[in-house]
């Protein structure tokens, strides 16, 4: 189980860290990712957390930072400089193995949180 949360309004230039509280076989998973959708619009990879490595659209590089803190089961995703763009609802998912920046590898979804970033 995933449940994420932080998502709310902000200006543009702005920061908003979210959250995702893992549980069960997702605490344990190879890789625990965030992706966003816009209304209208698919699932948009955003970044992706494993033991060992952290992943990145480019869209997002430099902007965001994915973490974790184990002993918290807890996956963070600090996003700074927000543009209008980044205006979406934002998932964390969790992968058994391998991915590839697409929803479908993903086996487990959170509920997802707002986040909102006006010009």
């Known amino acids: 189980q995933l449940v994420e949360s932080g998502g709310g309004m902000v200006q543009a230039g702005g920061s908003l860290r979210l959250s995702c509280v893992t549980s069960?076989?997702?605490?344990?998973?190879?890789?625990v990712g965030w992706f966003r959708q816009a209304p209208g619009k698919e699932h948009e990879f955003v970044a992706a957390i494993t033991w060992s490595n952290t992943d990145y659209a480019d869209s997002v590089k430099a902007r965001f930072t994915i973490s974790r803190d184990n002993a918290k089961n807890t996956v963070y995703l600090q996003m700074n400089s927000l543009k209008p763009e980044d205006t979406a609802i934002y998932y964390c998912a969790a992968a058994s193995g391998y991915y590839a920046h697409v929803a479908a590898d993903f086996y487990s979804w959170g509920q997802g949180t707002q986040v909102t970033v006006s010009s």
């Open positions: 069960g076989r997702a605490s344990s998973s190879y890789a």
